[in-house]
C-alpha cells in the first residue's frame, strides 16, 4: 500500500530506514496504535529524535555512494579523509606529504593540492582510478583566492567595489580557468571578519562588517558552484575559517581567540551561515581555539552549529596541519587529537595524516566506532559525486581548455575592470586627479615598477611576470604623456625586516645605491616635471598569512620620499597599495592626492593609469575602518556606546574617550570619494510603524552634483534604540551602488526586510524587540539624514 506523505508513519519509517538508528523512541511511536494518536504524537516527534543529532539534510544518502561504503574496508575509508600535497604549490607549514603515489596506489588519499595542469593531474587522477583497489577518484584542491591565472584584487580590495554581481561574476571567471586546469576544490571564500589590521590576513577577507560580507560569501560560492557542480566549469567551494578566526588576540596569526557567543552571532557568524545557506560544498576549520577547544576538534562549532543548527550537509576539512597542531595546543598527543577531530565532525585533515595513522588504532581500542569513520568518509565520497567524478573522474583534465580559456583578453580585461572598481580615493587636495594624458610627469616610488608586488598575497598560481606594473599602464593608457621614472626609496631600508617579507621571493629588494641618492634622484625628476606620481606602500607579502605587524605606517623609507616631493611645490599625486588599512595621519594632512588600490592583480598597472587619467570616476568605498593609530585598534562602524559616552572630538573627563587622540577613526567604514560630488536629500520612509514580520520601505534621492559622471554607493545604516541586549552605534542594512551622470539625479530605494531588524538575543534567539529605530543613509557610516519608525 503507497502511504501518504502526510501519515506521520510514512516519514519516521524513511527516517529510520535513511538513518539507521536503533533508536527505543521509534519503538514507543510504533507503540502508539490509532491514526488520530499517531498524527498528534508524530508532531513532537521528529524534534524528540532530534536529541540523536541527525538534521534532516546529514541522512541524505545516494545509493551509489552506500554501495560503494558497503564494499570499503577500514583503512580504505580512512584513507579517504586523507589530504596531501606533493609539494608543488605554496606549503603554509613545515610539512610536505612524502610517498604520496604509493599512498594514491594503496587507497590512503581522498584528495590533493599543489598540482596543476591537465596532464599532471590526469597522472594523480589515473594513479587512484586505474591503480587502487575501488578505483574512487582524488578530490584536486587549491587556494583560488583572488583570481586563477588571471589574478584580480585582493579580496579586500574587492570587497571595496560594493558590486555584488561583479563580485559572482570574477569567482565565476576564477572557478572557469581553475577547471580548466584540472582543479575541481576551492579554498575560498575567506570569510573571516577582522576588525584588527595587524592581523595580516585581513587582506583575504572582506573587511569588518557582517552584512557584508554576507552577501559577498553568498556571491563568491555561487560563483565557483554555479547551478551543477558537476558540470566541467564549476568547483566545489569551501568556506573558510570556522571560526572567529579575524579575531585573534593582538592581530597576531594563529592566536587565540576569546570571545562570547552573542559577540559571535550577532558580529563574526552571519558570513559563514550566508556561504552554508548558499549550499557551499566545504567547510574548512580554523587554527585558532573557540571557547579553549581549538576549531578543528572543537565539537559545539563543527556537529552542534554547523550541522545541527545551521543544517550544513557537506564535509569539513582541516587547514594545514591543524589537527596535529593540537598537541601543541595542549589537548594530547596525534592518536588523542585525531580522535577528537572526528568525533567533533571534522572529516578530512589536510597534510598532518594524523587521521591515516592512528584512527584504526582508536577503533580497535574502542575509543572511536569504524561508523563514526564512515560517516565522515560518506561526506566526503558525496562531495566527490556531487561533482561528477565518479561518472567521469577526467572531466576537468581537457588539455584543450587552458589555451582557450586562461588568461584570455577578456578574462584580463576583467580583471582590469575589477580592479578599477576597488580603488577607494581617499583624498584630492585641489582636484588634483584626474591627470591630463599629455602631462609631464614624475613617476617615482618603489612600487611603480616593481612586477613582483602587483599580484598581491595569497596568488600561488598567478604569474608574477605576466603583470602590468604601474610604469607600464602610464605608458599604454597615455602614450602622449611625458613620463620621467625614479625609485625613489627602498620600500624598506631594514634588511632583517626585508628578509622576513622575501620568504616566497623577492618582495623588498634594497639597492646598492645609498637611500639618499635614491631620493635625490626622484627629486631631481620632480622639480623637471609638471606633477609628481608616488606609488608608495605595502610590498605584497607584507600582508597575508603569517604576516602580522603591529606598525601599520608607511615605512619610514617612503614616507621621507613623500615629505620630500611635497616640499618641491609639485601636485603629488600618491597610488597607495596596501593589503590593509594603514595609519597614514601624517599623509593625509599634506597636499596630496591619495589614491588606494590595495594590491591590483595581473593588470595592476592598466587600471591604475584608467583611473589617474580619468577613464574611471573611482567609485570605491572603504570595507574597514582606517585608525588614526595602532592604539584605537580595535575600531570599528557597529561598536556599543558606552553607559559614558564621548558625545565630540573636545576632550571631557570620566567618559570614554583618549587623553592622545580622538575617539574618531582617520577614515570611517564605507568612505571613498570621487571625482565628482554626491548630495543626499529627500530621505522618505513608505510608514512610521510597522508590525512584526512586515517590510519597510526607504526612498533617498542622489544629485551629482559635479562635473564627471560616476557611480555612488548609497548606504543604508540602522540603529535599534532599545534592546534586551546593549545594541551596537549602527549597522549597515542596505547598499546600492548606482551610476548618475553629471547634473543628474536618481531616488535609491531600499527595502528593509523583517530579518534586518533582528538579533540574536541572550538566550540565541533571532529576534526583533518592539521599540524605535533609527534609518540613516548617505554617502559612508558617519552620514546624518535620518528618519524614525516603531516597531509594534
Given at each position: 500500500?503507497?502511504?501518504?506523505?502526510?501519515?506521520?508513519?510514512?516519514?519516521?519509517?524513511?527516517?529510520q530506514a535513511?538513518?539507521k538508528?536503533?533508536?527505543?523512541?521509534?519503538n514507543?511511536?510504533?507503540?502508539?496504535?490509532?491514526?488520530?494518536?499517531?498524527?498528534?504524537?508524530g508532531?513532537?516527534?521528529?524534534?524528540w529524535?532530534?536529541s540523536t543529532?541527525?538534521?534532516?539534510?546529514?541522512?541524505?544518502?545516494t545509493?551509489?555512494?552506500?554501495?560503494l561504503?558497503?564494499k570499503?574496508?577500514?583503512?580504505?575509508?580512512?584513507?579517504?579523509?586523507?589530504?596531501?600535497?606533493?609539494?608543488?604549490?605554496?606549503?603554509?607549514g613545515?610539512v610536505?606529504?612524502?610517498?604520496?603515489?604509493?599512498?594514491?596506489?594503496?587507497?590512503?588519499?581522498?584528495?590533493?593540492?599543489?598540482?596543476?595542469?591537465?596532464k599532471?593531474?590526469?597522472?594523480?587522477?589515473?594513479?587512484?582510478?586505474e591503480?587502487?583497489?575501488?578505483?574512487?577518484?582524488?578530490?584536486?584542491?587549491?587556494?583560488?583566492?583572488?583570481?586563477?591565472?588571471?589574478?584580480?584584487?585582493i579580496?579586500l580590495?574587492?570587497s571595496?567595489?560594493w558590486?555584488?554581481d561583479?563580485?559572482?561574476?570574477?569567482?565565476?571567471m576564477?572557478?572557469?580557468?581553475a577547471?580548466?586546469?584540472g582543479?575541481?576544490?576551492?579554498?575560498?571564500?575567506?570569510?573571516?571578519?577582522?576588525?584588527?589590521?595587524?592581523?595580516?590576513?585581513?587582506?583575504?577577507?572582506?573587511?569588518?562588517?557582517p552584512?557584508?560580507?554576507?552577501?559577498?560569501?553568498?556571491a563568491m560560492v555561487?560563483?565557483?558552484?554555479?547551478d551543477?557542480?558537476?558540470?566541467?566549469?564549476?568547483?566545489?567551494?569551501?568556506?573558510?575559517?570556522?571560526?572567529?578566526?579575524?579575531?585573534s588576540?593582538?592581530?597576531?596569526?594563529?592566536?587565540?581567540?576569546?570571545?562570547?557567543?552573542?559577540?559571535?552571532?550577532?558580529?563574526?557568524?552571519?558570513?559563514?551561515k550566508?556561504a552554508?545557506?548558499?549550499?557551499?560544498?566545504?567547510?574548512?576549520?580554523?587554527?585558532?581555539?573557540?571557547?579553549?577547544?581549538?576549531a578543528?576538534?572543537?565539537?559545539?562549532?563543527?556537529?552542534?552549529?554547523?550541522?545541527?543548527r545551521?543544517?550544513?550537509?557537506?564535509f569539513?576539512?582541516s587547514?594545514?596541519?591543524?589537527?596535529?597542531?593540537?598537541?601543541?595546543?595542549g589537548?594530547?598527543d596525534?592518536?588523542?587529537?585525531?580522535q577528537?577531530?572526528?568525533?567533533?565532525?571534522?572529516d578530512?585533515?589536510?597534510?598532518?595524516?594524523?587521521?591515516?595513522?592512528?584512527?584504526?588504532?582508536?577503533?580497535?581500542?574502542n575509543?572511536?566506532?569504524?561508523?563514526?569513520?564512515?560517516?565522515?568518509?560518506r561526506?566526503?565520497?558525496e562531495?566527490?559525486f556531487?561533482?561528477?567524478l565518479?561518472?567521469?573522474p577526467?572531466?576537468?583534465m581537457?588539455?584543450?581548455?587552458?589555451?582557450?580559456?586562461?588568461?584570455?583578453?577578456?578574462?584580463?580585461?576583467?580583471?582590469?575592470?575589477?580592479?578599477?572598481?576597488?580603488?577607494v580615493?581617499?583624498?584630492?587636495d585641489?582636484?588634483?586627479?584626474?591627470?591630463k594624458k599629455?602631462?609631464?610627469?614624475?613617476?617615482?616610488?618603489?612600487l611603480?615598477?616593481?612586477?613582483?608586488n602587483?599580484?598581491?598575497?595569497?596568488?600561488p598560481?598567478?604569474?608574477?611576470?605576466l603583470?602590468?606594473?604601474?610604469?607600464?599602464?602610464?605608458?599604454?593608457?597615455?602614450?602622449?604623456?611625458?613620463?620621467?621614472?625614479?625609485?625613489?626609496?627602498?620600500?624598506?631600508?631594514?634588511?632583517?625586516?626585508?628578509?622576513?617579507?622575501?620568504?616566497f621571493g623577492?618582495r623588498?629588494?634594497?639597492?646598492?645605491?645609498?637611500?639618499?641618492v635614491?631620493?635625490?634622484?626622484a627629486l631631481?625628476?620632480?622639480k623637471?616635471?609638471?606633477?609628481?606620481?608616488?606609488?608608495?606602500?605595502?610590498?605584497?607579502?607584507?600582508?597575508?598569512?603569517?604576516?602580522?605587524?603591529?606598525?601599520?605606517?608607511?615605512?619610514?623609507?617612503?614616507?621621507?620620499?613623500?615629505?620630500?616631493?611635497?616640499?618641491?611645490?609639485?601636485?603629488?599625486?600618491?597610488?597607495?597599495?596596501?593589503?590593509?588599512?594603514l595609519?597614514?595621519?601624517?599623509?593625509?594632512?599634506?597636499?596630496?592626492?591619495?589614491l588606494?588600490?590595495w594590491h591590483?592583480?595581473?593588470?595592476?598597472?592598466?587600471?591604475?593609469?584608467?583611473?589617474?587619467?580619468?577613464?574611471?570616476?573611482?567609485?570605491?568605498k572603504?570595507?574597514?575602518?582606517?585608525p588614526?593609530?595602532?592604539?584605537?585598534i580595535?575600531?570599528?562602524?557597529?561598536?556599543k556606546?558606552?553607559?559614558?559616552?564621548?558625545?565630540?572630538a573636545?576632550?571631557?573627563?570620566?567618559?570614554s574617550?583618549?587623553?592622545?587622540v580622538?575617539?574618531?577613526?582617520?577614515?570611517?567604514?564605507?568612505?571613498?570619494?570621487?571625482?565628482?560630488?554626491?548630495?543626499?536629500?529627500?530621505?522618505?520612509?513608505?510608514?512610521?510603524?510597522?508590525?512584526?514580520?512586515?517590510s519597510?520601505?526607504?526612498?533617498?534621492t542622489?544629485?551629482?552634483a559635479?562635473?564627471?559622471?560616476?557611480?555612488?554607493?548609497?548606504?543604508?545604516?540602522?540603529?535599534?534604540?532599545?534592546r534586551?541586549?546593549?545594541p551596537p552605534?549602527?549597522?549597515?542594512?542596505?547598499?546600492?551602488?548606482?551610476?548618475?551622470?553629471?547634473?543628474?539625479?536618481?531616488?535609491?530605494?531600499?527595502?528593509?526586510?523583517?530579518?534586518d531588524?533582528?538579533f540574536?538575543?541572550?538566550n540565541?534567539?533571532?529576534?526583533?524587540?518592539?521599540?524605535?529605530?533609527?534609518i540613516?543613509?548617505?554617502?559612508?557610516?558617519?552620514?546624518?539624514?535620518?528618519e524614525?519608525?516603531?516597531?509594534?
Amino acid at each position: 500500500m503507497r502511504r501518504s506523505r502526510t501519515d506521520w508513519t510514512y516519514w519516521v519509517l524513511i527516517i529510520q530506514a535513511k538513518t539507521k538508528i536503533a533508536n527505543p523512541r521509534f519503538n514507543i511511536y510504533m507503540k502508539v496504535k490509532t491514526k488520530l494518536h499517531r498524527t498528534l504524537f508524530g508532531a513532537f516527534f521528529l524534534f524528540w529524535m532530534g536529541s540523536t543529532t541527525v538534521s534532516a539534510q546529514s541522512i541524505e544518502r545516494t545509493p551509489f555512494v552506500e554501495e560503494l561504503l558497503s564494499k570499503m574496508t577500514l583503512d580504505e575509508k580512512i584513507g579517504q579523509l586523507n589530504l596531501l600535497t606533493p609539494g608543488g604549490g605554496v606549503a603554509t607549514g613545515a610539512v610536505v606529504s612524502k610517498n604520496v603515489e604509493a599512498k594514491i596506489k594503496a587507497g590512503q588519499v581522498g584528495g590533493l593540492f599543489g598540482v596543476y595542469g591537465p596532464k599532471k593531474v590526469r597522472q594523480a587522477q589515473e594513479l587512484a582510478v586505474e591503480h587502487s583497489r575501488l578505483k574512487i577518484p582524488l578530490l584536486i584542491g587549491a587556494d583560488v583566492i583572488h583570481g586563477y591565472k588571471t589574478t584580480y584584487p585582493i579580496p579586500l580590495g574587492l570587497s571595496a567595489s560594493w558590486d555584488m554581481d561583479l563580485v559572482h561574476e570574477a569567482s565565476r571567471m576564477a572557478a572557469t580557468e581553475a577547471t580548466a586546469d584540472g582543479i575541481m576544490w576551492n579554498f575560498s571564500p575567506m570569510v573571516d571578519i577582522s576588525r584588527d589590521p595587524r592581523w595580516g590576513r585581513v587582506s583575504e577577507g572582506a573587511g569588518e562588517d557582517p552584512y557584508l560580507g554576507a552577501a559577498i560569501a553568498k556571491a563568491m560560492v555561487e560563483g565557483y558552484q554555479g547551478d551543477n557542480l558537476a558540470a566541467h566549469n564549476t568547483m566545489l567551494a569551501c568556506v573558510k575559517h570556522l571560526g572567529l578566526y579575524g579575531a585573534s588576540e593582538a592581530g597576531r596569526d594563529y592566536n587565540t581567540v576569546d570571545m562570547g557567543r552573542i559577540k559571535m552571532f550577532n558580529q563574526y557568524l552571519p558570513p559563514y551561515k550566508a556561504a552554508i545557506d548558499a549550499g557551499v560544498a566545504s567547510v574548512m576549520s580554523s587554527f585558532n581555539d573557540v571557547d579553549g577547544i581549538p576549531a578543528s576538534g572543537n565539537k559545539w562549532l563543527l556537529t552542534h552549529l554547523l550541522r545541527d543548527r545551521w543544517r550544513f550537509n557537506g564535509f569539513v576539512v582541516s587547514d594545514y596541519t591543524s589537527v596535529n597542531e593540537m598537541v601543541q595546543h595542549g589537548l594530547g598527543d596525534l592518536q588523542a587529537v585525531s580522535q577528537l577531530a572526528l568525533k567533533a565532525g571534522l572529516d578530512m585533515d589536510m597534510v598532518g595524516e594524523g587521521f591515516l595513522t592512528t584512527l584504526k588504532k582508536s577503533v580497535q581500542e574502542n575509543k572511536i566506532t569504524e561508523e563514526e569513520i564512515t560517516n565522515a568518509c560518506r561526506r566526503v565520497l558525496e562531495a566527490k559525486f556531487k561533482a561528477g567524478l565518479f561518472e567521469d573522474p577526467y572531466r576537468y583534465m581537457d588539455s584543450k581548455r587552458p589555451q582557450k580559456e586562461i588568461l584570455t583578453p577578456a578574462n584580463r580585461a576583467l580583471a582590469r575592470k575589477l580592479a578599477t572598481r576597488s580603488f577607494v580615493l581617499l583624498k584630492n587636495d585641489k582636484q588634483i586627479l584626474p591627470l591630463k594624458k599629455d602631462v609631464n610627469i614624475a613617476l617615482v616610488g618603489p612600487l611603480a615598477h616593481s612586477r613582483n608586488n602587483m599580484l598581491g598575497t595569497w596568488a600561488p598560481t598567478g604569474d608574477t611576470n605576466l603583470a602590468v606594473t604601474i610604469l607600464e599602464g602610464f605608458k599604454n593608457v597615455a602614450p602622449n604623456a611625458t613620463i620621467h621614472h625614479a625609485k625613489g626609496a627602498n620600500i624598506s631600508d631594514d634588511p632583517e625586516f626585508a628578509k622576513k617579507v622575501n620568504v616566497f621571493g623577492s618582495r623588498i629588494t634594497i639597492e646598492d645605491e645609498a637611500p639618499e641618492v635614491l631620493l635625490k634622484e626622484a627629486l631631481d625628476l620632480a622639480k623637471k616635471s609638471e606633477v609628481v606620481v608616488a606609488v608608495v606602500g605595502e610590498a605584497t607579502e607584507m600582508s597575508g598569512e603569517a604576516a602580522s605587524r603591529t606598525e601599520l605606517s608607511i615605512p619610514e623609507s617612503q614616507k621621507k620620499l613623500i615629505r620630500e616631493l611635497v616640499q618641491t611645490g609639485k601636485p603629488v599625486a600618491l597610488v597607495l597599495m596596501s593589503g590593509r588599512p594603514l595609519t597614514i595621519a601624517e599623509e593625509l594632512d599634506l597636499p596630496l592626492a591619495i589614491l588606494q588600490v590595495w594590491h591590483p592583480g595581473v593588470e595592476a598597472g592598466n587600471a591604475v593609469a584608467d583611473v589617474i587619467f580619468g577613464d574611471y570616476n573611482p567609485s570605491g568605498k572603504l570595507t574597514s575602518t582606517w585608525p588614526r593609530n595602532v592604539g584605537q585598534i580595535p575600531i570599528y562602524h557597529s561598536s556599543k556606546v558606552t553607559g559614558r559616552p564621548s558625545n565630540g572630538a573636545q576632550f571631557k573627563k570620566f567618559v570614554s574617550n583618549y587623553l592622545d587622540v580622538s575617539n574618531t577613526p582617520l577614515l570611517p567604514f564605507g568612505y571613498g570619494l570621487s571625482y565628482t560630488q554626491f548630495e543626499y536629500s529627500d530621505l522618505k520612509i513608505s510608514k512610521k510603524s510597522i508590525g512584526q514580520g512586515e517590510s519597510l520601505e526607504v526612498q533617498v534621492t542622489i544629485c551629482n552634483a559635479g562635473n564627471f559622471n560616476g557611480e555612488e554607493v548609497a548606504q543604508l545604516y540602522l540603529r535599534d534604540k532599545v534592546r534586551s541586549i546593549t545594541p551596537p552605534n549602527r549597522q549597515l542594512k542596505g547598499f546600492q551602488k548606482v551610476y548618475i551622470e553629471n547634473g543628474g539625479q536618481q531616488t535609491v530605494t531600499f527595502l528593509l526586510e523583517p530579518d534586518d531588524l533582528k538579533f540574536y538575543n541572550s538566550n540565541l534567539e533571532f529576534v526583533a524587540e518592539p521599540g524605535e529605530f533609527e534609518i540613516y543613509v548617505g554617502t559612508n557610516s558617519d552620514c546624518s539624514l535620518m528618519e524614525t519608525f516603531w516597531l509594534e
